[in-house]
């Protein structure tokens, strides 16, 4: 048995999807030790000695805050080549669809993806993920997206496979090959579709077990409703969930149609109405902010007081991608939610855990601290959440803990 003792305190949300309005249903239990088993919270008791057993394995928290393993529910994290030329046009004022339409943005990153082998990409990958992990990040979701071809979109989803055997990080893939129309099919969408929404693809995807959920980017410059809606609903016939990029740059309906094709979350939301609020709530679908990708660009910020006011549960991510959000570390995109978004740490914390781990339908094993789930902790090196994210940008995490095991 491993016992993590010294606790300032251990801080947890709820298992299963929780709105973040009214009094936060967050646990704080002072002076208590955590008693694992193999990969599972046996116990949580008071901090005492003499109830451990006396061959237990020990791991002194020294007075700091332990809470669930951090879980990333909307990454790009498998990517090849840079693009920092375009950050530094930015920085002179271009916007971001004006360096799209100049053949910046997704399209460079395609070119360089479909340069690399397997091995290539899980190179390049692997360092992002051992520095997440030291943020104290257990679990994280990545999309395909810069293949555009059948052979490129599955070679994305092989790396994102092969490197959940490398690592610690438990890994979920998503299959996001309607992220923009390719070269290849420029004003043809429909048509690339045809060879995206292949039987024998979504077969393979299902056999080779490389993805549990497909996504895709519905906007003006990218995928109109009627487009998202038939490739999210054959996906899910082939047992994909269905994930949307909703109401970014402009609102087109995306996250009305989460709602109705029973997505388990739309994603972005920066320009979200009341009434898709309504419809998502309804129908269970989770809002996934994404405050490090306006950070990063320099744009408004999704409303997330008005999303969490009317009841409706949000999880943050870090949008982790080569483009639009170049920022690895969830810590800090909760101290910018707190920041720009008007999100309490609290808030934050259950968004990165309880929450996350309901939008990749993980809810009840692993995002919260109860007896039961999988022990997936993260101690950090402060006393609080809230000192957390008060320390913006600073890494906090002091020992990490992936099913039972310190890595
Ligand atoms: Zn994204």
Redesign the pocket.
Known sequence: MLVVHNISEICTGPIGATPLNGELPITRKRNAAIGIEVDTIAWIRDDDPASWPPNAELIDAKQGCVIPGLIDC?T?TVFAGTREDEYVQRAQGLSYAEIARRGGGIKNTVDAVRKCSVDQLVELALPRLQRMLALGVTTVEI?SGYGLTVEDELKMLRAVKRLSELQPIELVGTYLAAHTTPREFEGNPDGYLDVVLDAKVLDQIRDEGLAEFADVFCETTAFNIEQSRRFLTTCADAGLTPRI?ADQITQIGASRLAAEVGASSA?HLERIDDESIAAMRKAGTIAVL?PACSFYLGVEQAPARRIIDAGLPVAIAT?F?PGSSVIESLPLTMSIACSQMGMTPAQTLVATTTNAAAVLKRDGKIGAIKEGTQADLTILEVPTIEQMCYFAGRNCTKTVIKKGRAV
């Open positions: 909307h790009h999309k990029h994603d994404l949008d991608n």
